[in-house]
């Protein structure tokens, strides 16, 4: 083994490696050890047993030496199981042999002489221009096809979708579809199904939803598994699982399957994961829960499936009305009333009506945005819901649409526009519907009085934007219609439901893979925007819009990464907008291919930029500040759901799970803090200025101590968690005094 002659020799290949691999040396190829173990030999070459390995080692502690990452020129191989008929390919054969020679002409370069070592470096150097030339070469021209256009026509067909799920063919499924508007009790129906079978699964369209529909089976007795994409809480012998729509398992089969909001099924951006849900779930019973929208799409699909279908109506339990005045800020004091919910569409604005509506009246008002973690978001739904909290009022975006029961009286659209990451443009049918429903939910105070009320505010008009122009969507130009904005909102609510017309569809991984295969210096941007746009699909499907996963995909795409971890991270939850998580997402991807270990402390520290020098007065400075903390604090979060994102899928690499769940429920904690003070700030502000009496002080006084109280004894005990778990890291990352090799092992666990 001490030359490329006898290396390279089919008869000395197996024992040379079958030697080295008892000799734990570092410098095999990781992936190329994992495939032998997974199939016993691969090219003659035969996995050692685990009593031969016991025999060799000394330690249980360097068992692990084989699987841990090298480090070569280029970057980290990292271990993966393929199926056995890859390993017969030739293609696959000869990689394991070039992945083999590569780790063993590196010891071997070390033993060469100087010149020889400089004219190999020469020579590497040459290669890698030649490298750049060629690709360069192939971005310029049109891509070479290794096949023929009949076969990559046949790879682009994917007029049935349904067949790539076979288990769920096999079963004869009856889907049950529930439709009607928002608090008709649909859901409702479909989850006390779920309570009664004996196995089943909750697809939910928000995290926060899958973790109340969890608590609630847990409280029944239903015993139920929480599986989002950032957590898993396994219940000791549970049957059922509460998961987002995204992380839904289509092999294992179950009674009874529930599918919430099914109309988002025809969304551009998250519609793929609804339709992989409804065509995929191997349940004998399959609720689908949405308005009537998507009545005439779900026959199309049962039809070609050759599932049965049934049909469920459902109505309103309480009413809504229309005001017929309009809400007047001017009159904001004597207007005002326990139960109202302002409607806003963005953060700054939020906060603005927040610090607005505290600073004049005696009542503190929770809030609810999409930036918001989901743990702040069910702490400040519980603070509302809850009557002696001290918090009366609600400030909200169209977050509120789905996901929380909320017990409004009065929903107040304060704008009736929204900027949707291209133009500022009028709300919709089913978006005024979806809010507006909020209000007098079912069985809550407000129920018995009357049901809810729909208004908006005095200068509410609608408007029409024109596209964005820049990064500033403030200078758009915005013309009034002239319409008011009480007749729009009846206008809307009183609109006939458009049907959909299309389910969203994805491109699988192994399409991707299989399109990188077969044309020639093809990349995964190249992969995503040829199956993107020239799929073939049935007339009621379409492909989904991926100008996010591209920019991400083309962001690390020099990086030189495999495929699978290229495509892992170009689908992760990182905000493209956000220059904080793209910051975290390259840190995350450096230091997984130079060193095969991703830190949590990696994340880079949020930058808080209130104006500090600001004219305004100490109270409006101080909420600034707040708002700028929150900010702050939202940034962090989010890069610890990315963090826990990756160490879901990829535990080795990311190994420091429980420590960034504890940073992560920290910040949460932190958030609801940081928001509470900020209305204790503005409720004393008022107080002061309108000079109450006593009894009314004291009564606005006291469950600002209580909740005070229990927010801190909260963050109190995250802290402590937190510090708990970096003690036990730092523990495990102790380097032993017996043996170097035990100490690296530590250190990379």
């Known amino acids: 083994s001490k030359n490329r002659e006898k290396m390279s020799a089919s008869s000395s ?15 095999f190829s990781s992936s190329f050890l994992t495939r032998i173990l997974a199939c016993g030999s691969v090219n003659g070459v035969r996995a050692p047993s685990f009593k031969e390995i016991r025999t060799t080692t000394t330690t249980a502690t360097t068992i692990p030496s084989f699987f841990v990452q090298r480090k070569s020129e280029n970057n980290w191989c990292r271990p993966r199981l393929v199926t056995i008929e890859n390993f017969n390919s030739p293609s696959s054969s000869s990689a394991f042999r070039r992945s083999y020679c590569s780790s063993s002409t590196e010891t071997m370069t070390s033993r060469t002489s100087p010149s020889e070592s400089a004219q190999k470096q020469n020579n590497k150097e040459k290669k890698k221009v030649k490298k750049k030339k060629k690709k360069s070469s192939l971005t310029t ?3 070479k096809t290794k096949v023929t256009p009949e076969e990559l026509k046949t790879l682009m067909d994917m007029k049935k979708p349904g067949k790539w799920y076979p288990l769920a063919r096999t079963m004869q499924r009856e889907i049950i579809l529930h439709v009607g508007p928002t608090n008709s009790g649909k859901t409702h129906a479909a989850m006390e199904r779920l309570k009664r079978a004996s196995s089943g699964v909750y697809c939910s369209p928000l995290r926060l939803l899958a973790w109340e529909i969890s608590e609630s089976l847990n409280k029944f007795g239903t015993k139920c598994d929480l599986v989002t994409g950032q957590e898993l809480k396994r219940v000791e012998n549970a049957e059922h699982i509460a998961c987002t729509v995204e992380m839904v398992d289509v092999n294992k089969v179950v009674d009874c399957a529930v599918i919430d909001e099914i109309h988002l099924i025809g969304d551009d951006f998250r519609g793929y994961a609804f339709t992989r849900a409804l065509l995929g779930t191997p349940a004998l019973e399959v609720h689908l829960c949405g308005d009537t929208s998507c009545v005439e799409l779900i026959e199309k699909i049962c039809k070609d499936t050759g599932d049965k279908l049934r049909i469920r109506n459902y109505e309103r339990l309480s009413p809504l009305n229309v005001a017929e005045e309009h809400f007047s800020k001017k009159r904001l004091e004597q207007n005002i009333e326990k139960g109202d919910c302002f409607v806003a569409f963005s953060r700054k604005t939020v906060y603005a009506l927040k610090s607005e509506i505290e600073r004049r009246v005696l009542l503190r008002a929770c809030v609810i945005y999409g930036g918001l973690p989901p743990e702040a978001r069910s702490r400040q739904a519980e603070l509302f819901n809850k009557p002696d909290s001290g918090y009366d009022l609600l400030i909200a975006s169209d977050a509120i649409g789905m996901g929380l029961n909320l017990n409004i009286r009065r929903i107040i659209f304060n704008e009736l526009t929204k900027f949707d990451g291209v133009e500022i443009r009028q709300l919709t049918s089913p978006e005024v519907k979806q809010i507006a429903g909020r209000a007098g939910r079912y069985k809550m105070s407000y129920y018995d009085k009357g049901g809810g009320v729909v208004t908006t505010t005095d200068d509410g008009m609608v408007l029409h934007g024109s596209r964005k122009d820049g990064d500033n969507a403030k200078n758009d130009i915005v013309k009034s219609s002239g319409v008011s904005g009480l007749q729009f909102i009846q206008n809307q609510l009183n609109a006939p439901v458009e049907a959909l017309k299309t389910a969203g569809l994805a491109p699988t991984f192994e399409q991707i893979l299989e399109y990188c295969s077969k044309v020639e210096g093809a990349t995964l941007e190249d992969a995503m925007k040829a199956l993107s746009s020239d799929a073939i699909v049935p007339k009621y499907y379409k492909m989904r819009k ?15 990464m495999e495929i699978e971890d290229h495509y892992t991270f170009s689908v992760s939850p990182t905000s493209v907008d956000c220059l904080h998580s793209m910051k975290t997402l390259m840190n995350f991807a450096k230091a997984f291919l130079n060193e095969g270990h991703v830190s949590v402390k990696l994340i880079p520290k949020s930058v808080n930029k209130h104006d500090r020098k600001s004219r305004a007065d100490a109270q409006t400075r101080m909420n600034q500040r707040s708002v700028g903390i929150l900010a702050t604090l939202e940034e962090q979060h989010r890069a610890y759901d990315l963090y826990l994102w990756f160490a879901r899928r990829m535990s080795a690499q990311f190994p420091e799970y429980s420590l960034a769940e504890a940073l992560r429920v920290m910040c949460a904690h932190s958030i609801d803090a940081e928001l509470q003070k900020l209305s204790t700030s503005a409720t004393i502000e008022s107080n002061s200025r309108k000079k109450k009496s006593e009894k009314k002080e004291e009564g606005s006084s ?24 970096r003690k036990n890291l730092s523990l495990l990352s102790k380097p032993a005094t017996t043996k170097k090799t035990t100490t690296t092992i530590s250190r990379q666990h």
Do not use: H, M
Not at 546 to 560: H, P, T, W
């Open 546 to 560: 991926s100008d996010e996963v591209i920019r991400l995909a083309k962001y690390l795409e020099n990086l030189g």
């Open 702 to 725: 006291k469950p600002v101590k209580q909740i005070e109280e229990l927010d801190r004894k909260i963050l109190r005990s995250a802290i402590n968690r937190v510090n708990e778990e």
């Open 13 to 27: 290949f197996s024992s040379v490696v079958r030697k080295r691999f008892l000799q734990k040396s570092s410098s």
């Open 141 to 143: 021209t049109s891509s």
